[in-house]
């Protein structure tokens, strides 16, 4: 059973739509988490980081936070073909921010 | 930008024969780490350090040991290759918050 649960699988969104992601741990102990995005044959890049509760942009990119449910979600906005990727939510805990529990990820793929 | 660097990029081994993948950084950071991503299980962690000399038990360490001689280098070594050790590895290294990963290094164990 993975500890982050990512959905959905796959998304396929217009260029120029919105792209909604969500990311639910079952871990009580996080206190971080992370979104990565990796393309294909490349290795993960981190997007944004969210720590406390609430709401987080930048540019294109928002995330919010619920730490009572530890759930988050990633928006993007005005989605591009270059978007496409695989986006990974990972969660940790304050004192080894590295050691990360990754979910299996959503797969955006941005339609021209 | 953090620089972490991982050899071989891919390699081939034989089951039973003995891999080491290498890892070399330099940012200066303290934390370490080995990943592994498959489909299906996406990314697991292996092996990390936070000083040279010391490593700790991740995740799915089984089949796997690691080595930290120094600040700067930190590698995976497979004393016995699986077929179910085919994957991708990546490195990574972080000092404070966010973690930077090396490019990856695929292996195939036939």
């Known amino acids: 059973q993975q500890k982050v649960q990512q959905s959905p699988e796959s998304l396929i969104v217009p260029e120029g739509g919105m792209a909604s992601l969500n990311c639910t741990s079952s871990d009580r102990n996080v206190d971080y988490f992370w979104w990565y995005r990796q393309h294909s044959g490349k290795s993960p890049k981190m997007l944004m980081s969210i720590f406390s509760n609430g709401e987080k942009e930048e540019g294109r990119f928002t995330v919010h936070l619920n730490k009572a449910s530890l759930h988050t979600s990633l928006h993007i906005r005005d989605s591009q073909p270059s978007d496409s990727a695989l986006y990974l939510c990972?969660?940790?805990?304050?004192?080894?921010?590295?050691?990360?529990?990754f979910g299996l990820g959503t797969t955006l793929q941005v339609q021209p | 930008e953090a620089a972490v660097t991982q050899s071989p990029r891919s390699k081939v081994a034989v089951t039973g024969g003995k891999v080491t993948l290498s890892c070399h950084q330099t940012?200066?950071?303290?934390?370490m780490y080995w990943y592994r991503q498959d489909t299906g299980h996406g990314l697991r962690l292996i092996h990390y350090?936070?000083?040279?000399?010391?490593?700790e038990k991740g995740d799915i360490p089984d089949g796997y040991k690691a080595s930290r001689p120094s600040q700067e280098n930190f590698s995976l070594i497979l004393e016995l290759a699986s077929l179910s050790q085919t994957a991708v590895y990546f490195c990574?290294?972080?000092?404070?918050?966010?973690?930077?990963f090396g490019k990856g290094t695929r292996l195939t164990v036939v």
């Open positions: 350090s936070y000083v040279a000399d010391s490593t």
């Open positions: 990972a969660a940790s805990m304050a004192g080894n921010t590295g050691k990360l529990i």
């Open positions: 940012n200066n950071h303290d934390y």
């Open positions: 990574a290294s972080t000092q404070n918050t966010e973690v930077f």
